[in-house]
């Protein structure tokens, strides 16, 4: 009984969930959304992964009277990562029903250009609550049609300090709505946030299967605080250093360590939380579309990030406390990959890591690294690397444009492209690096879609 034709879903969703694949439902759709169809507020307790985008999403859809223009599902997300990939996931289930306006609302973005997507109220609003609070008290966004409202990452959106703007969120839409509440973990402060907005709400947890649970190697190398760095590169050289997410404590290092693995021949980037909105995408659209082989972050920068089953994930310093090193690692092995989590430890970070072995309950496996003296500069350059246009959603550019324009004038094989990334103003595609430069000529001599658009190459 876990087909979703056992569910009194539209035919339109059920066809959508036919070509995005979806055989059966997961764990969490099979329990979640006989009750959400049925109109009753839900709390669930679920990990990204679980499909639990595709539960609420189809849940909202389910309920949408796409003649009616009004603001009838909103759905706050605690980063603005998330909400991309919320909308994304939402507008593939509604491919099939024609009409449907969702508009994605985050702060870091420019409010003009949303106040001007605000003239005709959009059907389903994706967005942070900062910004979803502001337009409602503006008025340039109305909540008295809402009839389904999505915390997704609730706890995240707490840790973030949200809490208050949520209140007022709630205070400013329809009274009578339904509440789907999600969230990975249940501190009492979630508890208390579905005291205070649920009405005897359907309470599901989902177990991870034990046997799909991912295996992740540990490993600790004592290193040198002199030599951390040719540690690094050492371990970052060759096959497993292709995708790789680095952490540091401090910001300054983030930036020092991008510099030098730059500097060396890597194709790395740094990403904290002082950069523009705009850098962050561009750091991970490359990192995503593997134009970037090696990300550093801090901890904060890392959180927002939908970024897992890496293979590789360096500790560069040891965390400053177990639970966020158990963070860290979780960004590698997940959905039955084995990853490996190496940790460098200088001998003054030994309490730390003795910490960390005690909530553990085993001893660490500490393994020895030669570091060999540095060879120079050796390429270690990412496979791809990325072009930007300076057009995107406004412009109706669509992915197929872009793939079209390349593979037709610019005489590039489809297997010589890459991930493709529209946004709304900007969109970014991989390209096979040894024919980056010429994919960029002459993408600059002949048209997209018709038009001479802008195009330069990243980095
Ligand atoms: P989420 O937990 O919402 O981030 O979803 C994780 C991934 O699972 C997404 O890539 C979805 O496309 C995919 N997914 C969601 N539901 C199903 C399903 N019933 N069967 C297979 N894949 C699914």
Redesign the pocket.
């Known amino acids: 009984m876990t087909a979703?034709n056992t569910l009194p879903l539209k035919p339109a969703l059920l066809t959508s969930?036919e070509t995005?694949?979806?055989?059966?439902?997961?764990p969490?759709?099979a329990q979640s959304l006989p009750a959400m169809l049925e109109g009753r507020d839900v709390i669930a307790q679920?990990?990204?992964?679980?499909?639990?985008?595709?539960?609420f999403g189809l849940s909202l859809l389910q309920s949408l009277g796409v003649e009616t223009i009004r603001l009838q599902a909103l759905v706050l997300c605690p980063t603005r990562e998330l909400a991309d990939?919320?909308s994304k996931?939402i507008r593939?289930l509604a491919a099939n029903i024609p009409n449907v306006k969702l508009l994605t609302l985050c702060g870091g973005m420019p409010l003009g250009p949303q106040l001007a997507s605000l003239t005709h109220d959009p059907h389903i609003v994706v967005g942070t609550p900062g910004r979803v609070q502001e337009h409602l008290k503006r008025g340039s966004l109305h909540g008295g049609g809402i009839k389904v409202l999505v915390l997704d990452e609730a706890d995240r959106m707490l840790d973030m300090g949200f809490s208050e703007a949520i209140d007022d969120i709630v205070g400013r839409i329809a009274k009578h709505h339904q509440t789907l509440l999600f969230s990975a973990t249940y501190p009492d402060e979630i508890r208390e946030v579905s005291r205070r907005l649920q009405r005897n709400p359907v309470e599901i947890t989902v177990e991870a299967p034990t046997d799909t649970k991912p295996a992740i190697e540990q490993q600790f190398i004592d290193v040198d605080p002199n030599r951390k760095l040719d540690a690094l590169a050492q371990l970052l050289t060759g096959e497993r250093g292709q995708h790789a997410l680095v952490f540091c404590n401090m910001r300054r290092d983030v930036d020092a360590v991008a510099e030098e693995l730059d500097r060396r021949g890597f194709s790395a980037l740094a990403l904290h939380g002082d950069m523009e909105q705009r850098d962050r995408d561009e750091v991970l659209v490359q990192f995503a579309n593997r134009s970037c082989s090696v990300l550093i972050a801090t901890d904060v920068a890392a959180r927002g990030l939908?970024i897992t089953a890496l293979p590789l994930v360096i500790s560069y310093d040891v965390a400053h406390d177990p639970d966020t090193h158990t963070h860290r690692i979780g960004r590698t092995g997940r959905a039955g990959q084995t990853g490996l989590a190496i940790t460098l430890c200088t001998p003054r970070e030994q309490p730390k890591a003795e910490n960390i072995e005690q909530v553990l309950g085993r001893p660490l496996a500490w393994h020895p690294l030669k570091i060999s003296p540095p060879r120079g500069k050796t390429l270690n350059l990412a496979p791809m690397k990325t072009l930007v246009i300076d057009a995107g959603r406004q412009d109706k550019l669509r992915p197929g444009d872009i793939l079209g324009a390349l593979t037709g004038d610019a005489g590039l094989k489809a297997d010589d492209v890459g991930k493709i990334d529209v946004f709304a103003t900007r969109a970014y595609v991989a390209i096979t690096r040894s024919l980056a430069n010429r994919a960029l000529e002459r993408l600059r001599a002949g048209k997209i879609k018709g038009r001479n658009l802008r195009v330069r190459s990243l980095h």
């Open positions: 979703f969930v995005l694949g979806y055989s059966e439902m997961t969490i759709q679920a990990q990204t992964g679980s499909g639990k985008t595709a539960a990939q919320v996931a593939k939908d």
